[in-house]
């Protein structure tokens, strides 16, 4: 069973600071990693993949993978209350994406 | 980054009736195209697996002869819902996976068809 965990939150930061969401998934053999963002009644959302172990930048958004220890991360620096929303992470191994059940974000004003 | 349509984004219907959902990948060819359903405040939940000119493979649980999945070609998947029921009512989302530069995979996702069955 290839499993994607993250805690479902929510997580809750004051606005402009960092918010740091948290992904482990089971399956060694994943490859790609997937951040989704998902507003309440909308559909998923790309916003950040990774495929090599380190860090990658896009703008605010920061994601971190150590596939040693079958991890990944997002970093959202100067959080708005926009960026309010619940946050997937997503692993593709063979051929499956797999979800975690998702963070719910809150960035207060 | 791709683009995935999808059409209606919202319909609503009388119970016993079919209702047919088109996936478009707009500017790049999906060789798959995928299913979901959302139920309010659950989870995704992958529904069946389509590939371009062959049968859709379905999880554990989806009645493949109630949901309907034609993947006619390379950008367009459809999903067509028998007999409709209330409890059928939901999210239905699609989502195209996408290859760059033939190695590495992204899947996109459509913005939703919100299902009502009276």
């Known amino acids: 069973q290839k499993e994607v965990e993250q805690n479902s939150g929510p997580l809750s930061v004051p606005e402009g600071a960092i918010a740091s969401l948290n992904c482990t998934y089971s399956?060694?053999?994943?490859?790609?990693f997937f951040w989704y963002r998902q507003y309440s009644g909308k559909s998923p959302e790309l916003i950040m993949f990774i495929y090599s172990n380190g860090d990658k930048e896009d703008g605010r958004f920061t994601a971190q993978l150590n596939k040693a220890s079958q991890y990944v991360s997002l970093l959202i620096r100067d959080s708005q209350p926009s960026d309010s929303a619940t946050y997937l992470c997503?692993?593709?191994?063979?051929?499956?994406?797999?979800f975690g059940k998702g963070t719910m974000l809150l960035v207060s004003p | 980054g791709a683009v995935v349509s999808q059409h209606p984004s919202r319909v609503i219907c009388k119970s016993g009736t079919s209702v047919k959902i088109e996936c478009r990948s707009l500017d790049f060819q999906a060789t798959t195209m995928f299913w979901y359903r959302q139920f309010p405040k659950q989870s995704l939940m992958l529904m069946a697996t389509?590939?371009?000119?062959?049968?859709?493979?379905?999880e554990q649980g989806v009645e493949k002869d109630k949901f309907l999945i034609n993947h006619a070609s390379l950008t367009l998947s459809t999903l067509t819902v028998t007999s409709a029921h209330p409890e059928d009512s939901s999210f239905y989302i699609c989502?195209?996976?996408?290859?760059?530069?033939?190695?590495?995979?992204?899947?996109?996702f459509g913005p939703g068809t919100r299902l009502l069955v009276l």
């Open positions: 389509s590939n371009e000119g062959s049968k859709a493979t379905y």
């Open positions: 989502s195209a996976r996408s290859t760059l530069e033939g190695v590495e995979e992204t899947q996109y």
């Open positions: 399956d060694r053999g994943s490859q790609s």
């Open positions: 997503a692993v593709i191994g063979y051929s499956t994406l797999t």
